[in-house]
């Protein structure tokens, strides 16, 4: 029960990861907001809730600066508070330099790079209002190294390792630890992790994996409740990589 009496927004909350990450953060005591664009998430916050998880939904694009802005006040006027943001939501954006079009880089570019800075800048005064808390970023393995096919995202996935070291040093002084995830390619692919890791499973990148599978969501949520957790109170401006050893080789 590591967050108990802690608040925490999850972005891409009604995703793999996100809710993943949501539902862990819940069964340790939290109080959670899940941001995310779908319909689905006041379904998916009801259905936790009568699991006795208190898990709320609000609408929100990560892209826009005012509903980010609005994401956290909604946060601090309904529990008085915020410790952790879980800046996760992302998208996958395939594609050469060649082929991949400028409005397709700046889309994936402003959910994926600008949606984890304005995550970012909006809770860092909420947290520090707290006394402290912690911002885990979700990254990815195509961030660590190169990935072909995949110029956008692995842009936005590399620069996010940066900016959570960059950002880390800012707010060092505020006890504000600013961390990311680096997942490597999930079982069970989701729009994020879509064609490419269904692809996998059928073109034998399995076999590229040393723990010889591929990652779960409740992989990451782990790793991510460790990172916004006490336990890693020492522990700021890196990149946890989960990626059964894909990296490593
Ligand atoms: N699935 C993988 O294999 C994999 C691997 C490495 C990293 N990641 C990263 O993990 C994160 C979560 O991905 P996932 O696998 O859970 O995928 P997912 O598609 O299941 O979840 C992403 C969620 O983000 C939401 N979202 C998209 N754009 C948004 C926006 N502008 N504002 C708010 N919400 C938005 C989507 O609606 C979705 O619910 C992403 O950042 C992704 O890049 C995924």
Request: hydrophobic letters at 45%; glycine letters at 12%; a neutral charge.
């Amino acid at each position: 029960m590591r967050f108990v009496g802690r608040v925490a927004i999850v972005t891409g909350g009604c995703g793999g990861i996100g809710l993943a990450t949501a539902r862990r953060l819940a069964s340790e005591g939290a109080r959670v907001l899940i941001a995310d664009l779908t319909d689905l998430g006041e379904l998916r916050a009801e259905a936790a809730r009568d699991e006795g998880l208190q898990i709320h939904y609000q609408r929100a694009n990560v892209a826009s600066d005012e509903e980010v802005a609005q994401l956290v006040r909604a946060t601090t006027e309904r529990w008085g508070r915020l410790d952790v943001m879980v800046a996760n939501a992302g998208i996958a954006g395939k594609g050469t330099a060649e082929s991949t079009s400028v409005e397709a880089w700046r889309r994936v570019l402003d959910v994926n790079l600008t949606g984890v800075f304005l995550c970012i800048k909006h809770s860092v005064p909420a947290i520090r209002a707290a006394g402290g808390g912690a911002i885990v970023a979700t990254a990815s393995v195509t961030g660590c190294v190169g990935h072909p096919g995949a110029l956008a995202y692995a842009s936005t996935k590399g620069a996010l390792i940066n900016m959570v070291r960059a950002a880390a040093l800012d707010q060092a002084r505020d006890n504000i630890r600013i961390t990311a995830v680096c997942p490597g390619h999930l079982e069970n692919p989701t729009a994020a992790g879509g064609a490419e890791a269904r692809a996998a499973h059928t073109g034998g990148l399995v076999a590229r994996y040393p723990l010889g599978r591929l990652g779960r969501a409740d992989d990451v949520a782990s790793a991510i409740a460790f990172l916004a957790s006490e336990e890693a109170s020492f522990i700021t401006g890196t990149s946890l990589v989960i990626d059964g050893g894909y990296s490593a080789q």
